[in-house]
Nanobody, 117 residues
């Protein structure tokens, strides 16, 4: 069973930073492209960022490019999302998934990020 445990969210002021973590289990982590998504209240999931199996190639949504950095540690079966210069519009439930923006498997509860002064 594919499972993810996301952590690292919280309340932060605009301009602040957070580092999200996602621990994966139930599959061979190093074989899969991994992504982060977010979902704001009343909206559908929005793809945020993705990283290839080796951690070399990364992609970002235009809304976060230059502010967020995705990385992974295949020894720890964990993917990270470093979020800097946070804005109120970044407020959402963030979750990780196996796969890319068009074909993904979600398996965790997510972690809430609130950007507010």
């Amino acid at each position: 069973e594919v499972q993810f445990v996301e952590s690292g969210g919280g309340l932060v002021q605009p301009g602040g930073s957070l580092r999200l973590s996602c621990a994966a289990s139930g599959f061979i982590f190093s074989n899969y492209y991994m992504s982060w998504f977010r979902q704001a209240p009343g909206k559908g999931p929005e793809w945020v960022s993705g990283i290839n199996t080796g951690g070399i190639y990364t992609r970002y949504a235009d809304s976060v490019k230059g502010r967020f950095t995705i990385s992974r540690d295949n020894r720890k079966n964990t993917v990270y999302l470093q979020m800097n210069s946070l804005k109120p519009e970044d407020t959402a439930l963030y979750f990780c998934a196996r796969g890319d923006s068009s074909d993904y498997t979600r398996g965790g509860q997510g972690t809430q990020v609130i950007v507010s002064s």
